[in-house]
């Protein structure tokens, strides 16, 4: 079925659909009749490659690879749709679209509104206030989101206005809009921090619990950041406790939307599944029963498809990807690259910088699903052998992931801001870079100081 929507898709008209179908239809009986011969794969491969760069989806390259291999290797491919099936028995695989979905109907409704006018009642009288509010809110909106992008999206018409009203320079305000929100994905319950979890196999608990402090770091790096090139206050706006109070308590169901998942995860009252069953139920009710700014017949249907579209991919090439995983460790391509590593690099500080920069390269060329799905098994094991936690190795790699989204000039999020803000690319690059260099610091901080990212696991155990 997937196959027949793909040749649909391939033009509007019918000569790209036949050229398509024809092509799948000639590999079909090529994989059947030729899968035995020696030159069978580097052809099928070259192929799929270049499929890929014609815009074949995430999930054919990788699913298409493993077949491949398995058949060249006369394996029965059966394996790849059975790893596959075995990767929804995961007890903990429930939470990511049930906390997807908790972040899509909090995104829908008047939320981002309501946040933005919080934080700007409680720090807009301060110097750098607005940069604060910021911060504040692109963290907190990231973290149930999992998205950077949608952050930049959903935030970014209403916090560029309000920094530049209080005396932001617009390079300074574009930055901060753009990176306010990175340390967002190492904040509970980031998808991509639930997912990182499932594919290393560390306890999610324990993944919140060792993130929580380097993005504390980043953060406040960022807010520092902030403060420093807000203009002086010229008139200072009184601190106004009734407005403030004001503002909270019309947030106030959003506010308690954090607390719903970590006081239930931490208190030991539930599981993270449970936990993300609860948060996606209370969000419900608060956006369609309570506040009903959705509606059941119209809002509500729809933001679930589009949640269910974004958390449907992602199951699939984490599948696929897994069984294009299980072929590397078959045929000990792990092995490999482990002694090779290990060989080259005699030092565990040369090892985290040259992570680094291999995470940051990825980070600017791979979304952070398909990244982590694909780097994680490969390098779980090499960092093992250099003495580095999965819980450090977590952090580190979705910090740089999400750092790759920031880095000029094929930054993901400078392409959404280019679209929200109507922005030429170079403008927003130099926009971005001092933010960015800033945040590259924070980043080599959280890699070489592991303790903030294992010390509260390893207290709490």
Request: a positive charge.
């Amino acid at each position: 079925l997937m196959a027949v929507r793909l040749v649909r898709n391939a033009g509007t008209t019918p000569g790209p659909r036949v050229l398509v179908a024809t092509a799948a239809a000639a590999m079909l009986v090529l994989a059947g009749t030729a899968a035995a011969h020696a030159w069978f794969v580097p052809v099928a491969l070259c192929v799929l490659v270049a499929a890929a760069v014609a815009g074949a989806p995430v999930f054919v390259a990788l699913g298409g690879a493993a077949l491949i291999l398995f058949s060249g290797d006369g394996v029965p491919i059966a394996s790849v749709a059975l790893d596959h099936y075995r990767l929804f028995g995961h007890p903990s695989l429930p939470a990511i679209p049930l906390f997807t979905l908790a972040g899509y109907l909090l995104a829908e409704g008047g939320t981002p509104r309501r946040l933005v006018r919080v934080f700007d009642r409680l720090f807009g009288g301060l110097r750098g206030g607005a940069a604060l509010a910021t911060v504040a809110c692109c963290v907190l909106f990231m973290c149930f989101t999992g998205a950077s992008g949608v952050t930049v999206v959903a935030l970014g018409g209403l916090l560029l206005p309000m920094l530049i009203a209080a005396g932001h320079r617009e390079r300074n305000a574009l930055a901060l809009v753009i990176g306010s929100g990175l340390p967002g994905i190492l904040i509970a319950p980031s998808m991509p921090l639930i997912l990182y979890a499932i594919v290393a196999e560390v306890n999610i608990t324990e993944m919140f619990l060792g993130a929580a402090l380097p993005a504390t770091v980043l953060a406040l790096l960022v807010a520092v950041w902030g403060v420093r090139h807000a203009p002086r206050l010229r008139h200072r706006r009184p601190f106004d406790g009734r407005r403030a109070w004001r503002a909270v308590r019309a947030a106030g169901w959003e506010l308690l939307t954090p607390l719903v998942a970590i006081v239930s995860i931490f208190s030991g009252y539930a599981t993270p599944v449970e936990a993300a069953a609860l948060t996606a139920t209370y969000t419900f009710v608060v956006t369609v029963l309570v506040r009903r700014e959705l509606s059941w017949s119209t809002d509500l249907p729809r933001v679930m498809a589009e949640c269910g579209l974004m958390v449907g991919g992602i199951l699939l090439i984490l599948g696929v990807a897994l069984g294009f995983t299980n072929y590397l460790v078959d045929a000990q391509v792990t092995d490999r690259v482990l002694e090779w590593v290990t060989a080259s690099i005699d030092s565990r500080w040369t090892f985290l910088l040259a992570l680094n920069i291999l995470l940051l390269v990825v980070g600017c060329l791979m979304d952070v699903y398909s990244a982590v799905i694909i780097m994680t098994p490969l390098l779980v094991p090499v960092a093992l052998a250099f003495g580095v936690s999965p819980i450090h190795l977590g952090v580190i790699f979705l910090a740089n992931l999400e750092l790759g989204f920031l880095t000029p000039p094929v930054g993901m999020n400078l392409f959404f801001a280019a679209y929200r803000f109507d922005k030429p690319m170079p403008e927003l690059c130099r926009a971005v870079l001092p933010l960015a260099a800033v945040l590259a610091a924070a980043v080599l901080v959280v890699t070489y100081v592991p303790w903030l990212s294992t010390a509260v696991p390893t207290l709490l155990r």
